[in-house]
């Protein structure tokens, strides 16, 4: 394999990112001075996060204070059952209430697709560099922002695009429709006042010349077909980027700063499962919408075709993920070892080169050297940062959540001519869901599913029922403790199975009752993180896992 620097990879990298994560809203655009603004989206998150963030982290002594002697930032916006409440930003979907198959393949929908009973008519086009990227108009008058793959990597972009979405989806954000359109060259034409921005940036008039140039460069099934990923566009009013720090003042249901947020924290997660490590601020937009006349804000997610093992012009670099954009801990690291340490990703790289080349529609995805714990998005933001063990436990259920069937059923969505494809995807979709689940379930208390009947306490042992680890030899802690300004231990036992028959005599005057129960490895020297269920003769009143 030939030897790329990793400066070509940053240069080449960056540039395709700025064409596949840019919003639809760019396009749409009526002047230069605004799609200029969106062309810099990508350069301001990285100024804003790889330097003026990380400048201004150095200077948080808090930070460094919590840094030191370990201390936590709780997140802030989890309900008294240590859960993620439904809000304009993430709605508990397949976790809590299973999906069913055909819903988890469309993912969230509006239409069935564009309507291609009359050719589509684009509005607007875009060229940057061998990419181009249309918005069209159906014969429904809706429309439509489509991306294509590059030449010699048919179905890889798109794929990742449509199946990233039906993830994103899935887990409870807010995403645009996805699609895969086929359309021929004949179902497509150009408005008269169509208009194009080449290489310069500069907005020209698109004619059907132009077009055909255009068509000419974006790759083609058998048969002339065209392959796209179609996002619809939203019909509501833009209202701004999404900090993934602060909150949305204007937006009253926001009380909450993102970065202690357990759903933004959980973005962490779930991107390191997509090996989405394009998530970012630009990547996520406000739409304002009107809601039983209430005027609301909904943070959307988009730009999804750079997940799995897509990137620009081809298979993802081994590095993203790995390390951010401009990794100053690991820089200095290969400076201390004067450039004789191999880091996790050349090893893959080098590993790589060693077997077959990938399958150009799934490009490098794999879950060989895929660690949860040092997944990498592409700029560091702080709320990824600050994912606690309770935050990482959380996002960890909700990938579990998904079986073996299931992530199969979402891949359909990318349609793979090669089946092999389709089933090279899945399979590392599940092995990388097993290392997430296997690695959060062993890093907290996974303990869950909690429910008190008939005197009963009785919860799921998560490590257990998913086979991370054996039953034979876990042992459960539990101590009681009353409730009230000074708490006093009640009883102290130890159970092998995860059920407690709860006294009635540990209920005083009908006060609430704290349990503490901690678990107990084999292989462990040490009891490990605890959940505390705050609880009465009524029932469950409040769960907390210890950070």
Known sequence: MKKITTA?????????????????????KENTAQFEKEWTAFYKDIFDQNFYSEGINQLDLGRWWRKIFRKKIPSANINVFDEVPDSNFFTNRHARARLSAEALEKGYHEEEGADLSQPLTVIAAEQQGIHYGFIVEDAKKDRYFLKFDSQGHLELNTGAEVIASRFYYALGYNVPQYNILFFKPDQIKVSEDAITYDNTGFV????????????????QLPGGTYRASASKLFKAQEAGDVSFWSRKKEDPQEVVHHRDRRDFRGLRVFSAWLNNENIRESNALY???????????????????TALGAAMGGDKPPMLGYEYLADYGEAFKS??????????WQKKWREASEKNSPLSSVGYFSSEHFDPARYKTLLPYEAFRLVTSA??????KNVMAFSDEDIRTMVKAGQYSDSAAADSVTQTLIERRDKIGRYWFLQANPLDGFAFSDGKLSFKDLAIDYKFIPKEGTIYHVEVVSSGKKPRRIAELKISEPILSIQPEWFQNDKDINLIIRVARPSAKELGFS????????????IRHQD
């Open 204 to 219: 020209k008039k698109l004619t059907q010349q132009i077009l055909e140039k255009y068509l000419l460069a974006i790759p």
């Open 287 to 305: 739409m304002k919408t009107n809601e039983n006349g209430q005027v609301a804000f909904k943070p959307y997610l988009f730009g999804f075709a």
């Open 391 to 396: 935050d990482g436990f959380w996002a960890a």
């Open 8 to 28: 070509t990879l940053l240069m080449v990298f960056a540039v395709g990112t700025i064409f596949l994560g840019m919003t639809p809203a760019v396009f749409a």
């Open 531 to 542: 959940v505390s269920i705050s609880l009465n003769t009524v029932g469950i009143q409040g």
């Open 335 to 344: 400076f201390l070892a004067l450039g004789f340490r191999e880091k996790p």
